[in-house]
C-alpha cells in the first residue's frame, strides 16, 4: 500500500506558528503598555506646564500693588507662588512652585519671573 502526500500543514507547523504569533501578540501588548505610560507621563506634564504658564499670566495682567503670594489646587497639581520686590520699583520677581504626581513619585518644579509694573 502506497501513501499519499495530501497537502495541508503539519501539527509541528500549526504549533511552532501560533507559538510564534503569540510571542509577536505578546511584544505588541508590551509596546502598547509603554505607549500608554508615555501618553499619560506627557499628560500630567502638560498640565503642571499649563497651570503654571496660567497663573503666571493671571498675575502678570494685575496690578503691582494688588499682587500677593498664594497657594492653589487644580485637579492633582498644586500651585505656590511668592511676588517680591525687586532692586527695581517698577519690577516685581514673582516664583513660582507646581507640585505634581509623575511616574508615581513627586515632582517640583519651580519658575522664577519677572513683571513690570506701571509707572
Given at each position: 500500500m502506497r501513501i499519499r502526500?495530501?497537502?495541508?500543514?503539519t501539527?509541528?507547523?500549526l504549533v511552532l506558528a501560533a507559538f510564534i504569533f503569540a510571542v509577536?501578540?505578546?511584544a505588541l501588548e508590551a509596546t502598547a503598555v509603554a505607549s500608554l505610560r508615555r501618553m499619560r507621563r506627557s499628560a500630567d506634564l502638560a498640565l503642571a506646564a499649563a497651570v503654571a504658564r496660567s497663573r503666571l499670566e493671571t498675575l502678570a495682567s494685575s496690578r503691582c500693588d494688588l499682587l500677593a503670594g498664594g497657594v492653589d489646587t487644580i485637579g492633582p497639581v498644586v500651585s505656590g507662588w511668592a511676588v517680591e520686590?525687586?532692586?527695581s520699583p517698577l519690577i516685581r520677581v514673582?516664583?513660582?512652585?507646581?507640585?505634581y504626581?509623575?511616574?508615581g513619585?513627586?515632582?517640583?518644579?519651580s519658575y522664577r519671573?519677572?513683571?513690570p509694573c506701571a509707572p
Amino acid at each position: 500500500m502506497r501513501i499519499r502526500h495530501r497537502p495541508g500543514f503539519t501539527l509541528i507547523e500549526l504549533v511552532l506558528a501560533a507559538f510564534i504569533f503569540a510571542v509577536g501578540a505578546l511584544a505588541l501588548e508590551a509596546t502598547a503598555v509603554a505607549s500608554l505610560r508615555r501618553m499619560r507621563r506627557s499628560a500630567d506634564l502638560a498640565l503642571a506646564a499649563a497651570v503654571a504658564r496660567s497663573r503666571l499670566e493671571t498675575l502678570a495682567s494685575s496690578r503691582c500693588d494688588l499682587l500677593a503670594g498664594g497657594v492653589d489646587t487644580i485637579g492633582p497639581v498644586v500651585s505656590g507662588w511668592a511676588v517680591e520686590q525687586s532692586g527695581s520699583p517698577l519690577i516685581r520677581v514673582l516664583s513660582q512652585t507646581v507640585t505634581y504626581r509623575v511616574d508615581g513619585a513627586t515632582r517640583l518644579d519651580s519658575y522664577r519671573s519677572f513683571v513690570p509694573c506701571a509707572p
